[in-house]
Each structure stands twice: as structure tokens, then as C-alpha cells.
């Protein structure tokens, strides 16, 4: 943890920038794609399991592009889009 800290002091210091380490989830739609994780693009049949490629993935709507792989109006949010 000490070594992160000081990789984010270095970061924060380096370009003059507030930083903020954050994690966010919130879907952009109910519907599923079957991707592999919420910043890839989807791909189907490539689940979480792998013994079991057809399981899916219940993260694939929560990402900042849409599944046309497109930037949502929430990466505006982030500077971006």
C-alpha cells in the first residue's frame, strides 16, 4: 500500500493533477452481450468460466462504451467522447 501511495503522490506531483482511484459499476442497459469483462468488447460465447464459455458475463452493460464499442455519454464525464 505504501508503494501505491507513493505512485500516486509521484503521478499527482508529476502533472499537477488531482488523482482519484476510484472503481464504478452502473449498467448503460439491462440487456447482456455475453462479453468477457466490462472494459472488453463482447464476445460471444467467452463467459467467466472456463470450463463453461457459455456462462456469460453480468458486467459486460456496465462499461464505458456501449456494445457497439462506442464511448457512452458518460465518458464525458471522464474528459472524453
Do not use: H
Not at 452502473?26 to 470450463?51: C, K, L, Q, R, S
Request: proline content about 7%.
Amino acid at each position: 500500500m505504501e508503494a501505491f501511495q507513493a505512485n500516486i503522490d509521484d503521478v499527482a506531483t508529476r502533472y499537477r493533477k488531482p488523482v482519484a482511484v476510484v472503481e464504478t459499476g452502473y449498467p448503460f442497459t439491462t440487456a447482456d452481450d455475453d462479453g468477457w469483462e466490462a472494459t472488453w468488447t463482447g464476445v460471444p460465447g467467452n463467459g467467466w468460466d472456463p470450463a463453461d464459455p457459455s456462462t456469460g458475463n453480468a458486467w459486460e452493460n456496465q462499461a464505458l462504451s456501449g456494445f457497439d464499442d462506442r464511448a457512452l455519454p458518460a465518458m464525458r464525464a471522464l474528459g472524453r467522447g
